[in-house]
């Protein structure tokens, strides 16, 4: 019940944050924000949201597979309970304050804080490499028009990353931590996890073209380069993760590739509605899962007062 109590006060702490750093966004672009005429797609917007969870719910079922790997013996809606408790945390500006905050909550059951931080920088070293390829593929048919200097940032991406997730790479680190006894990961696993990360880019890419299809109207035949704009927003973001400044990289950045397929000044509002949109998002997920889960006990501890005593009782 304790631990419990710990995972609820941490997202609750995650959601007073985000709240108030999500007020902030809107007060400082409230001009812009004002000023634009509306015409919102709703339709879109829920699709989003759909598409949100199911690219939510892969990321969380990697973490799950990864914990797994490295001998953790914590059930799986364990994992899935500290992943989306800590999941909020990433708004923070620098970013890497989530891991501290998985960190703490699997420390509290036992686990090795430095274990987690190691699978959570895996697990970022995997995003990177997924969101450089999925950029990489659409590179030929959608940006052409860039300058060459951001090819050789994703080349160089890949071939970091593909270095870093070699097996011996994970392996070695792990033996750092004192996770002598963890099984080594095999090439299997770690390519699987990458493939379902590029999987969850290509999704949360969607997400990003169906809210700028919502707020600005986006054709179809964008639909391809908002995804790698994505994508290339997010490989690139790694490289100020641990900058303290790095609060509005993704918003400047997508602002910058946006502005190629509709007025600069579209793309500044597409990029601060999406960001609060999906900032909201996040908020409706967290809360549908404890919520849940609160619903679930509350089931699970009326079926068992209501289960007549065993032999064995």
């Known amino acids: 019940m304790l631990h419990s109590f710990r995972i609820r006060l941490l997202a609750l702490f995650s959601v007073a944050v985000t709240l108030a750093i999500l007020g902030y966004m809107i007060y400082q672009g409230r001009d812009t924000l004002w000023a634009y005429d509306w015409q919102i797609n709703w339709w879109s917007i829920l699709l989003a949201f759909v598409v949100m969870l199911a690219t939510f719910a892969i990321v969380a079922v990697v973490w799950v597979a990864e914990m797994r790997a490295v001998g953790s013996r914590l059930p799986a809606a364990v994992h899935l309970s500290h992943y989306i408790a800590s999941h909020l945390i990433r708004r923070l500006p620098g970013t890497v304050w989530y891991i501290a905050g998985r960190g703490y909550l699997y420390r509290q059951q036992g686990e090795s804080a430095r274990l987690v931080a190691v699978v959570s920088s895996l697990e970022l070293v995997l995003l990177t490499l997924g969101a450089s390829l999925l950029a990489l593929i659409l590179w030929g048919t959608e940006f052409r028009q860039l300058p060459g200097g951001y090819l050789w940032v994703l080349i160089a991406a890949v071939l970091i990353g593909a270095l870093i997730m ?52 986006l054709g179809t035949e964008h639909m391809l380069y908002a995804v790698g704009s994505w994508a290339l927003i997010g490989a690139l973001s790694t490289l100020v993760l641990f900058l303290p ?38 908020l409706l997920a967290v809360g549908l899962w404890f919520g849940s889960e609160a619903v679930w006990r509350k089931i699970y501890v009326r079926r068992d007062a209501t289960q007549p005593p065993t032999l064995e009782g």
């Open 166 to 217: 070699q097996p011996a790479s994970s392996q070695w680190l792990l033996r750092r931590v004192g996770k002598v006894d963890a099984p080594p990961l095999r090439y299997s696993q770690l390519s699987c996890w990458l493939l379902a990360y590029i999987v969850a880019w290509f999704g949360s890419g969607m997400i990003f073209y169906l809210l700028a299809h919502a707020f600005a109207g």
């Open 245 to 282: 400044s790095n609060f509005g990289f993704t918003e400047i950045g997508l602002s910058l590739l946006m502005s190629a397929v509709m007025p600069a000044s579209v793309a500044v509002i597409v990029a601060l509605a999406v960001r609060v949109t999906l900032t909201v998002f996040d």
